[in-house]
């Protein structure tokens, strides 16, 4: 609510004129300034990040965790930062499992359990970014 300058009636807020003494309220306000855009940078440990992961799935997590920390400075590379994490994650896991396997089971199993769990989630990864991106 605002009120006139001249007679201090209560005006509506969208009233350009005072409708009791006809004196003109106030002057549209200009549109606001259009806020730059911010600007972006390659977000490299997130990129890098992703790469390792499909190789080097321990060096990979740390890089795409460094990598997420860094979008906010960057204003880019979240979503190639979280696949990062989610490969690495993915691949230290079916680690895990082969080791796990490799021990219980034997090496012929270690074998087949790493590739199948690895390539499974990796390629299943894959799939979802190619949807994604
Ligand atoms: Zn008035």
């Not at 201090?8 to 409708?19: E, H, K, Q, R, T």
């Not at 806020?35 to 940078?41: E, K, L, Q």
Request: neutral net charge; hydrophobic residues 50%; charged residues 15%.
């Amino acid at each position: 609510m605002k009120y006139c300058k001249n007679c201090g009636n209560a005006l509506d807020d969208s009233a350009y004129v005072c409708p009791a003494c006809g004196t003109r309220a106030s002057t549209p306000e200009p549109a606001p300034a259009p806020v730059p855009a911010p600007t972006s940078t390659n977000n490299i440990l997130a990129i890098v990040g992703l790469v390792l992961a499909f190789f080097v799935p321990v060096a990979g997590l740390i890089c795409s965790i460094i990598g997420l920390r860094k979008v906010k400075e960057c204003n880019s590379g979240k979503g190639l930062a979280i696949a990062g994490i989610v490969i690495s994650a993915l691949g230290i896991v079916s680690e895990v499992i082969a080791i796990i396997a490799y021990i219980a089971l034997g090496s012929q199993l270690y074998q087949y359990f790493y590739e199948f769990f690895y390539e499974f989630f990796r390629e299943y990864a894959s799939l979802a970014m190619a949807m994604k991106f």
